[in-house]
């Protein structure tokens, strides 16, 4: 792998560049094949306000993670590793784990879920951060 392979590449789709822009970090980061993906949430990007319940917030966060990948020349089938973050572990798991079975529909990645108290927002009940390889969801 060439030195120009191995560096690293900032991925902000173009609804997410304010973010980039007001808050300093990017959606995604690329080096060689290996994609991080910051942690993505449910928030609508046209109306920037949080959707209403787990099950929509997933999806928008899914969304976001997708729209993040394709910036990054992968997709939802590269994922290699999901991280999970929410506010009610116990009673949104069933809707979540529904959800993200709609969007990760083979080669199921490695996965953790976290409880905690708070997200960015108080609104936000779910977030999604990944690590992906580009190529590899190419079975």
């Given at each position: 792998?060439?030195?120009?392979?191995?560096?690293?590449?900032?991925?902000?789709?173009?609804?997410?560049?304010?973010?980039?822009?007001?808050?300093?970090?990017?959606?995604?980061?690329?080096?060689?094949?290996?994609?991080?993906?910051?942690?993505?949430?449910?928030?609508d990007t046209a109306t920037l306000a949080p959707a209403e319940g787990v099950e929509a917030q997933t999806r928008l966060a899914f969304e976001g993670l997708k729209s993040a990948l394709r910036g990054a020349w992968a997709s939802l089938a590269?994922?290699?590793?999901?991280?999970?973050?929410?506010?009610?572990?116990?009673?949104?798991?069933?809707?979540?784990?529904?959800?993200?079975?709609?969007?990760?529909?083979?080669?199921?990645?490695?996965?953790?879920?976290?409880?905690?108290?708070?997200?960015?927002?108080?609104?936000?009940?779910?977030?999604?951060?990944?690590?992906?390889?580009?190529?590899?969801?190419?079975?």
């Open positions: 792998m060439s030195s120009h392979d191995m560096k690293r590449q900032l991925i902000n789709p173009s609804p997410t560049q304010a973010i980039y822009d007001a808050l300093h970090f990017s959606q995604a980061t690329r080096v060689g094949d290996t994609i991080w993906v910051s942690g993505q949430v449910g928030i590269d994922v290699v590793d999901l991280s999970t973050f929410h506010t009610d572990l116990r009673g949104d798991m069933e809707a979540f784990s529904r959800v993200k079975d709609e969007y990760l529909t083979e080669l199921h990645p490695s996965w953790t879920a976290v409880g905690v108290t708070q997200l960015a927002l108080p609104e936000l009940v779910v977030e999604i951060r990944a690590v992906a390889v580009a190529g590899s969801g190419d079975g």
